[in-house]
């Protein structure tokens, strides 16, 4: 086997190198550009219960231990004065006696990412290997074992941004339904999606004035995937406001591939009353907004779960946050 993967499965490469943030305050850490607690930070994080490789350790004039990240985002460390321990080192026991290493999942899924580590093994310069894709009906168990395997990082160890696509202000939104179908393609590198924010409207306002809403997705396009009710896997739940701002955030962090798009669909409980998700003036079928690394696809809205319109194109009218994958 090649040297990436022999590596990537003896245990050798990441034996006394892995290491975790525990994060017990449920904050993120800020990670640092030099073996600093007060250095500049450099504008990537770690979430709690990140797993990273470390390729250096530094002892610090101040006696605290700093990890140099393996990927070359920068410096964290290991405790903090007056907070306790921050980070901890994992021991690896997942080698038998005999240097095998066990793999808990089935051949299924995880032969495409062997197949993908061999590709990996010879690519070219300034070629990257696409990210593989799991079995169809597994998805959800593959990127979790791309996760498991440090191949897929965690939103938490990307550079986070988000895209606004808010073209009219949430107070003035004319347009909802019982929900809205829309593309997420990533332009360039993968990405990962961690929440969305948008609105709904009440037309007559029951209680609170909320609207619960459920989030649903699918690898597109997604004109294959609305007849298909059973494609749409669900992916987060949250409560729209009525014309203000509304933050959803996904229960993981959704898996856009290179030149791929990814259906999000914001589905309400709200069959044939006067409330629903807001969207967007209908538009051309296309692209209604997007930048150097995401863009969105105009899409379709619906009257209930699996009755899409068939007749206009309508743009989501609200924010993305994603993280872009190295």
Known sequence: VGSFLAARFSGAARRGAAWRYRGEDGFNLAVRAAPDLQGAKTGNTLAPGDVFQVAAEHRGEDGIRYLRLADGRGWVFERKPGVGVMCERIEEQEIDREGRHFINYSPTVFLPLLDYLGMKEMEPPGQPVPLPRGPPGLQAEFDAMLRDFGVLPSPGLGDRRQLDAVDIPYAEVPWWAYGLAFEAR???????????????????????????CTIHITEGPLVDRL??????????????????????????ALLVREQRSLCIYIATDEVGTGRGVAFGAPMPRGASRGNDDVQLLTGHFSTRFDDFSDGGFYPFNGKLEYAVLP
Do not use: I, K, M, Y
């Not at 990533?186 to 619960?212: I, M, N, S």
């Open 186 to 212: 990533a332009a360039g590198r993968p990405l990962l999606l961690t929440a969305l924010e948008t609105c709904a409207v009440a037309r007559d306002p029951v209680g609170d004035g909320t609207v619960p």
């Open 227 to 252: 007849s298909n009710r059973n494609c749409w896997v669900e992916a987060g739940r949250g409560t729209l406001l009525h014309r203000a701002a509304s933050r959803v955030e996904f229960a993981h």
